[in-house]
């Protein structure tokens, strides 16, 4: 407490000695901090100061939501290089423009520190870890430089960073919230709406994302080379455009999807070449697949995804797949369809007949793209009509339910946190670019 009283009394004649004529961006904080010591708590008076900001010490800096710092328009409004620090209650703005030194509202090259509670607007990049391990970035509300979109900065940026607890965020209008080689982070009940990508993992394993929004991105999740990661009681709605999709996956395996809502998409969950692993699975259970344009999308035929227990409602096309082949190679059971035109005669909820879906060599919107625009209108709902009627070759069966459930109430019961102790792992041993090796011949 007297450390800290004096840090407010160098404060206040710091303010007096400044004269009435001065701006309040003009308020030394960084000589605050540079004479603070390890786990001072820093409560500066309200006002707004000048960035950037440099923090190379286990303080805490709490703004209690009156404090403001303008960076300027040059560099990142604070660059927190220590372990140990917590930044809240503050409001972030104006960083510089440039992706080469990755300008944001807060850098962090450093472990276990506490981010939260804080505005940060008018940034290129949000919150930037780089290999930073064991942060909390919690209740942060993140908007963006008003750029187009493809050349603004992520809202949160994960870069080789493991054990980081991504919660309670709100981001509205960045590009996106990446995890770049990075493993066992949970991402859990933030709101994304309004940007590229909502959550984009690359190269990145043993991740959970649970219980987020994602809404109105032109992309919900992908995951691009990312194994086991488990996605679940996520909510992702209106993904649209020509190339929208609520889950996307290029070459990831081992991947669970469950007890999702995947909504109003172009593509509710779209699939290219995975699982790519040999001898792996992803598991696609009890997820609500409804009212997309196409509820499962195939790049080609391929194999090893489980898709059962799933609600498939009000959708154009409940699956599909890009080339003229098939997804009979895939394992689906008991999923609900609502366009399933047969009986239960015994009662045991479970139709009396498989429930087929069957490709025709005549797909005019798929081999015409600008044809889509008319899915669902009469014309082309006549022609399908003709088609099924009367093909001119033998169509292909796509997939066949051999159980199709009759109502959509979901049969197994969600579980908490699947998976929770694998991904929680340390991670000391998840080296893509084998780093550790390289510093070892070095030494």
Known sequence: MIRQAAIFLLIAIAILAAGPVLAAETLPLQKIIDEAQKGDIITPPPGTYKGPIFIDKPITLDGQGKVTINAGGKGSVIVLETDGATIRNMTLLNSGDQHNDLDAGIQVRGDNNVIKDNVIDDTLFGIELQ????????????????????????????????????????????????IWYSAHNEIKNNKISKGRYGLHFMYAKYNLVEGNTIEGNSVGVFLMYSDDVVLTKNRITHALGATGMGIGMKESSNVDITDNQILYAA?????????????????????????????????????????????????IHQVSVAAFASAKRNIWESNYWDDYEGFDRDQDNVGDYPYDVRVFADRLWMDVPHAAYFKGSPVLTTLDFLERLAPFTEPILMLRDAQPKMDSAFISKPKNDPRRGELRGLGEDFDPFGLKERLKNRK
């Open 267 to 315: 593509t509710g969950i779209y699939l290219d070449v995975s699982p790519f692993q040999p001898d792996t699975t992803n598991r696609i259970y009890r997820n609500s697949i409804a009212f997309n344009n196409i509820g499962i999308m195939f790049l080609n035929d391929w194999i090893g995804n489980d898709i059962k227990d799933n609600r498939f409602e009000n959708n």
């Open 131 to 178: 290999q930073s391990s064991g942060n909390i970035v919690r209740r942060n509300k993140i908007g963006s430089k008003d750029f187009h979109l493809g050349v603004r900065g992520d809202a949160i940026r994960l870069w080789y960073s493991m054990r980081n607890r991504i919660t309670e965020n709100v981001i509205v209008g960045s590009r996106d919230l990446v």
